[in-house]
């Protein structure tokens, strides 16, 4: 892929004086340019454009193993996690940009944490469900933003028999409400040991 990269470098325009943080000095005096006559210095930036080639790196390179994978499709997530401390978040979406966001529910039914979940959501930490006021106060884990074929790994504790969420608070490229509220993207799953 060739393309231009742009940079702007310092530059100075005029002569006989020099330009320091901010104020301009003349030569051999004390008094700054611009006052007493002297000669006021204009800072100008350089613009340097340059062509750039990015070429494919070393093949080959593989995501570290992990105890289960979250994989985004168009508006929808498909789990398959095992007790451990991290996860590899594939987006297999066709278009849209997406990520993981996972919250832990403790040992909750998955029924009752689906049925509050859009609550849970709307309430962006205020006036929670009364069903998950008990819940310890967890910080949720996630992935980083990835488009159509992009994956890494992420942390978080899976524990065994905990029932979790996968929420994706990504919109449309074209914009639009988080995927979560306009198309629902979200998912409940209880890890099993």
Known sequence: MRCWLARV?????????ATQGGASATEGGDEPAGQGGGEQ??????????????TAGPGGQ????????????????????APGDSFTFRNRSSAQFHH??????????????????????QSEGQNVPEAFKDLDDKPP???????PGGAGTADA??????TYAVICFIQDRTGG?????????TEVFTVQP
């Open 9 to 17: 470098e310092g530059g100075q325009e005029g002569g006989g004086g």
């Open 41 to 54: 210095q204009q800072q100008k930036p350089d613009i340097v454009i340059a062509p750039l080639t990015v």
């Open 62 to 81: 593989e995501l570290p193993e992990t105890a289960g994978t979250i994989t985004a499709t168009d508006y929808a997530f498909e789990v398959d996690v």
């Open 100 to 121: 993981a966001i996972v919250f832990d529910f403790g040992t909750l039914d998955p029924t009752v944490v689906e049925q509050n979940l859009p609550g849970f959501l």
């Open 141 to 147: 884990a996630g992935s980083g933003v990835f488009g």
């Open 157 to 162: 504790t899976f524990e065994a028999g905990s």
């Open 177 to 185: 409400p988080p995927h979560a509220f306009a198309y629902d993207m």
